[in-house]
T-cell receptor, first 113, second 114 residues
Framework: GAVVSQHPSWVICKSGTSVKIECRSL??????MFWYRQFPKQSLMLMAT?????????EQGVEKDKFLINHASLTLSTLTVTSAHPEDSSFYIC?????????FGQGTRLTVV | ELKVEQNPLFLSMQEGKNYTIYCNYS?????LYWYRQDPGKSLESLFV?????AVKQEGRLMASLDTKARLSTLHITAAVHDLSATYFC??????????????FGTGTLLAVQP
């Protein structure tokens, strides 16, 4: 099946700094990618839809100025957590779809100290 | 707003026993997905159900979809310890393909005891 690669797998950063997470579709083109956040023992919550060549669409309650999304090519979407705080610590997962199938990245464990 | 609920949220079962996880959703959708998540890991696709009445089986797991009742079930037969994980159902929100959003259920933590 198709492969979605996410990098880094884990990152620790200091409060107030920014962190960039990359999501790549390795063997197919994805005009749309999705970013999810998962807190411990909870479900995946959709944060935003990343659209190639245009602005991302954010779900209600997600701060677009804090979670910057760039989808500059058909195989790469990036999520930048700006001015990170401890409450942003979470597991972030990207996804891309090919027809009916959905493929997920390995996830990024972000810890803000 | 599409809501997806699973029950139970937590399931402790003995090896060799059978059980069913239920997934209910609030608005019309013809496509439902089941995933497995191990601790600290991303999602592993189990089943893709694309129409009413769809039934798929893989090993000790069987999934079915009733779009009229807005209900999917994941049946576990003769559980083994290796099945211990969190199971999520997810429903398509939209009418397209690659641009559809997946909305996830609350998850069911399955613990299979020896």
């Amino acid at each position: 099946g198709a492969v979605v690669s996410q990098h880094p797998s884990w990152v620790i950063c200091k409060s107030g700094t920014s962190v960039k997470i990359e999501c790549r579709s390795l063997d197919f083109q994805a005009t749309t990618m999705f970013w999810y956040r998962q807190f411990p023992k909870q479900s995946l919550m959709l944060m935003a839809t990343s659209n190639e060549g245009s602005k991302a669409t954010y779900e209600q309650g997600v701060e677009k100025d804090k979670f910057l999304i760039n989808h500059a090519s058909l195989t790469l979407s990036t999520l930048t957590v700006t001015s990170a705080h401890p409450e942003d610590s979470s597991f972030y997962i990207c996804s891309a779809r090919a027809e009916y199938e959905a493929f997920f990245g390995q996830g990024t464990r972000l810890t803000v100290v | 707003e599409l809501k997806v609920e699973q029950n139970p949220l937590f399931l402790s079962m003995q090896e060799g026993k059978n059980y069913t996880i239920y997934c209910n959703y609030s608005t019309t959708s013809d496509r439902l997905y089941w995933y497995r998540q191990d601790p600290g890991k991303s999602l592993e696709s189990l089943f893709v159900l694309l129409s009413n009445g769809a039934v798929k089986q893989e090993g000790r797991l069987m999934a079915s979809l009733d779009t009229k009742a807005r209900l999917s079930t994941l049946h576990i037969t003769a559980a083994v310890h290796d099945l211990s994980a969190t199971y999520f159902c997810a429903v398509d929100r939209g009418y397209g393909g690659a641009t559809n959003k997946l909305i996830f259920g609350t998850g069911t933590l399955l613990a299979v005891q020896p």
